[in-house]
T-cell receptor, first 112, second 113 residues
Framework: LAKTTQPISMDSYEGQEVNITCSHN???????ITWYQQFPSQGPRFIIQ???TKVTNEVASLFIPADRKSSTLSLPRVSLSDTAVYYC?????????????FGAGTRLAVHP | DADVTQTPRNRITKTGKRIMLECSQT?????MYWYRQDPGLGLRLIYY???????NKGEISDGYSVSRQAQAKFSLSLESAIPNQTALYFC????????????FGEGSRLTVL
């Protein structure tokens, strides 16, 4: 299983762009990268998923370099409501067991 | 109504008691999971199930058991609760076509005195 490493915490201010980088040096060929967001006392919520290059949705962008050993979640123009814990997970999407491991995540605090 | 429903949402019990946490889903997903979260920490996988006849241990299965009564129902039992099982428990589901996208319930907060 590919292990992931993320910063423990980050601080930002409203209106800024936030980039959270995740390292996954042992990522396998069939692994995808998935990011989740968790608010206090709530279950994690899927944000975005990708395999390579760039993926963008209405919430965030995900940048994955060619070697796929890291990925960066980009949150444009954050607001106070983006204060949450963000998790980076690596694993296969289908076919057999996919044990998704949640690390400690990155605790993002957005300040006024 | 939530797609993944957990009951009870909060429970206080005493050491040695048997506790069952229930999870039901209306998403039609075949895969279901139980995770545990301790304060300030990430989620740890307790058990997971691919379908009704399939049960697998996760990272921390000791002291827990599960039952997949139907595709839509997955229960977690603590046979003899102990204080260090005090935690927030989450049930999740996923479709076998995209197991990277988990759908979580609202959580069940368990306190063992």
């Amino acid at each position: 299983l590919a292990k992931t490493t993320q910063p423990i915490s980050m601080d930002s201010y409203e209106g800024q762009e936030v980039n959270i980088t995740c390292s996954h040096n042992n990522i396998a060929t069939n692994d995808y990268i998935t990011w989740y967001q968790q608010f206090p006392s709530q279950g994690p919520r899927f944000i975005i998923q990708g395999y390579k290059t760039k993926v963008t949705n209405e919430v965030a962008s995900l940048f994955i370099p060619a070697d796929r050993k890291s990925s960066t979640l980009s949150l444009p123009r954050v607001s106070l409501s983006d204060t949450a814990v963000y998790y980076c997970l690596v694993g296969r999407l289908s076919g057999g067991y996919n044990k998704l491991i949640f690390g400690a995540g990155t605790r993002l605090a957005v300040h006024p | 109504d939530a797609d993944v429903t957990q009951t009870p949402r909060n429970r206080i019990t005493k050491t040695g008691k048997r506790i069952m946490l229930e999870c039901s889903q209306t998403k039609g997903h075949d895969r279901m999971y139980w995770y545990r979260q301790d304060p300030g920490l990430g989620l740890r996988l307790i058990y997971y199930s691919f379908d009704v006849k399939d049960i697998n241990k996760g990272e921390i299965s000791d002291g827990y058991s599960v039952s997949r009564q139907a595709q839509a129902k997955f229960s977690l039992s603590l046979e003899s609760a102990i204080p260090n099982q005090t935690a927030l428990y989450f049930c999740a589901t996923s479709d076998s076509r995209n197991t990277g996208e988990l759908f979580f319930g609202e959580g069940s907060r368990l306190t063992v005195l």
